[in-house]
Protein backbone atom coordinates (compact mmCIF):
# COMPACT_ATOMS: atom_id res chain seq x y z
CA UNK A 1 0.00 0.00 0.00
CA UNK A 2 1.36 3.62 -0.98
CA UNK A 3 1.75 5.32 2.40
CA UNK A 4 1.24 9.32 2.05
CA UNK A 5 1.32 12.28 4.51
CA UNK A 6 -1.50 13.70 5.20
CA UNK A 7 -2.30 17.30 3.97
CA UNK A 8 -4.05 18.62 7.36
CA UNK A 9 -2.05 16.84 9.87
CA UNK A 10 0.88 15.81 8.42
CA UNK A 11 0.11 12.11 9.82
CA UNK A 12 1.44 9.07 7.59
CA UNK A 13 -1.47 6.95 6.44
CA UNK A 14 -2.10 4.64 3.78
CA UNK A 15 -2.92 6.64 0.52
CA UNK A 16 -6.00 4.65 -0.49
CA UNK A 17 -8.82 7.75 0.07
CA UNK A 18 -6.66 10.23 -1.28
CA UNK A 19 -4.04 12.96 0.30
CA UNK A 20 -5.86 13.54 3.94
CA UNK A 21 -5.82 10.75 7.03
CA UNK A 22 -9.44 9.35 6.99
CA UNK A 23 -10.02 11.37 10.53
CA UNK A 24 -9.39 14.70 8.49
CA UNK A 25 -11.15 13.47 6.23
CA UNK A 26 -14.53 13.58 8.53
CA UNK A 27 -13.47 16.83 9.69
CA UNK A 28 -13.36 17.91 5.91
CA UNK A 29 -16.68 16.62 5.17
CA UNK A 30 -17.81 18.46 7.69
CA UNK A 31 -16.60 21.61 7.13
CA UNK A 32 -17.06 20.60 3.26
CA UNK A 33 -21.29 20.84 4.31
CA UNK A 34 -20.65 23.61 5.80
CA UNK A 35 -18.96 25.35 2.90
CA UNK A 36 -21.41 23.83 0.62
CA UNK A 37 -24.43 25.55 2.22
CA UNK A 38 -23.09 28.77 2.86
CA UNK A 39 -22.61 29.05 -0.75
CA UNK A 40 -25.49 28.13 -1.86
CA UNK A 41 -27.09 30.50 0.57
CA UNK A 42 -24.91 33.11 -1.08
CA UNK A 43 -24.87 31.94 -4.98
CA UNK A 44 -23.40 35.10 -5.95
CA UNK A 45 -20.64 36.06 -3.79
CA UNK A 46 -16.97 35.11 -4.44
CA UNK A 47 -15.12 34.24 -2.02
CA UNK A 48 -11.51 32.84 -1.62
CA UNK A 49 -10.34 29.54 0.76
CA UNK A 50 -9.64 32.18 3.44
CA UNK A 51 -12.87 34.71 3.37
CA UNK A 52 -15.18 31.14 3.32
CA UNK A 53 -13.01 29.77 6.30
CA UNK A 54 -13.69 32.99 8.10
CA UNK A 55 -17.47 32.88 7.06
CA UNK A 56 -18.46 29.32 8.48
CA UNK A 57 -15.85 29.45 10.94
CA UNK A 58 -13.35 27.00 10.26
CA UNK A 59 -10.03 26.52 9.54
CA UNK A 60 -9.07 27.98 6.39
CA UNK A 61 -6.34 25.13 5.34
CA UNK A 62 -9.16 22.71 5.31
CA UNK A 63 -11.46 24.87 2.95
CA UNK A 64 -8.30 25.70 1.31
CA UNK A 65 -8.01 21.65 0.78
CA UNK A 66 -11.69 21.22 -0.56
CA UNK A 67 -10.55 24.04 -2.76
CA UNK A 68 -7.63 22.09 -3.90
CA UNK A 69 -9.97 19.13 -4.53
CA UNK A 70 -12.05 20.69 -6.55
CA UNK A 71 -15.25 19.77 -4.46
CA UNK A 72 -16.62 23.16 -4.78
CA UNK A 73 -16.40 23.22 -8.54
CA UNK A 74 -19.57 22.72 -10.79
CA UNK A 75 -21.47 23.14 -7.52
CA UNK A 76 -25.54 21.75 -7.86
CA UNK A 77 -24.93 20.22 -11.29
CA UNK A 78 -23.15 17.23 -10.29
CA UNK A 79 -23.26 13.69 -8.80
CA UNK A 80 -22.98 16.19 -5.41
CA UNK A 81 -26.69 17.37 -6.21
CA UNK A 82 -29.10 16.47 -3.08
CA UNK A 83 -32.66 14.65 -4.43
CA UNK A 84 -34.29 18.13 -3.10
CA UNK A 85 -31.89 19.80 -5.70
CA UNK A 86 -32.85 17.94 -8.36
CA UNK A 87 -36.70 17.76 -7.68
CA UNK A 88 -36.44 21.21 -8.04
CA UNK A 89 -34.53 21.58 -11.13
CA UNK A 90 -37.03 19.15 -12.95
CA UNK A 91 -39.68 21.58 -11.97
CA UNK A 92 -37.94 24.47 -13.19
CA UNK A 93 -37.21 22.70 -16.44
CA UNK A 94 -40.99 21.46 -16.32
CA UNK A 95 -41.95 24.90 -15.82
CA UNK A 96 -39.84 26.58 -18.46
CA UNK A 97 -40.43 23.72 -21.12
CA UNK A 98 -44.65 24.56 -20.89
CA UNK A 99 -43.82 28.87 -21.04
CA UNK A 100 -42.13 27.85 -24.02
CA UNK A 101 -44.47 25.76 -25.46
CA UNK A 102 -47.82 27.78 -24.85
CA UNK A 103 -47.19 30.40 -27.36
CA UNK A 104 -45.99 28.15 -29.77
CA UNK A 105 -49.29 26.36 -29.73
CA UNK A 106 -51.53 28.94 -29.75
CA UNK A 107 -49.50 30.02 -32.48
CA UNK A 108 -49.80 26.77 -34.56
CA UNK A 109 -53.37 26.51 -36.08
CA UNK A 110 -53.27 22.72 -36.77
CA UNK A 111 -52.16 22.07 -39.97
CA UNK A 112 -48.63 21.69 -39.89
CA UNK A 113 -48.85 19.76 -36.73
CA UNK A 114 -51.84 17.81 -37.48
CA UNK A 115 -50.48 16.45 -41.03
CA UNK A 116 -47.05 15.45 -39.49
CA UNK A 117 -48.52 13.36 -37.23
CA UNK A 118 -50.73 11.69 -38.92
CA UNK A 119 -48.37 10.97 -41.58
CA UNK A 120 -46.44 9.25 -38.72
CA UNK A 121 -48.81 7.20 -37.46
CA UNK A 122 -50.04 5.46 -40.96
CA UNK A 123 -46.74 4.42 -40.92
ZN1 LIG B 1 -4.83 14.07 8.89
Redo the contacts with the bound molecule.
Sequence with gaps: MDMTA??????I?GASSGS??P???KLLNIVYDKARAYLRDHPKERVNAVDLAERIGEDERLVEILMLEGRFENRGEDAEESDDDKKRKQLLQDLQKNLASMPQKQHETGTYGSDRHGARREK
Excluded: A
Excluded at 6 to 11: H, Q, S
Design positions: CNVCGKFVCSCR
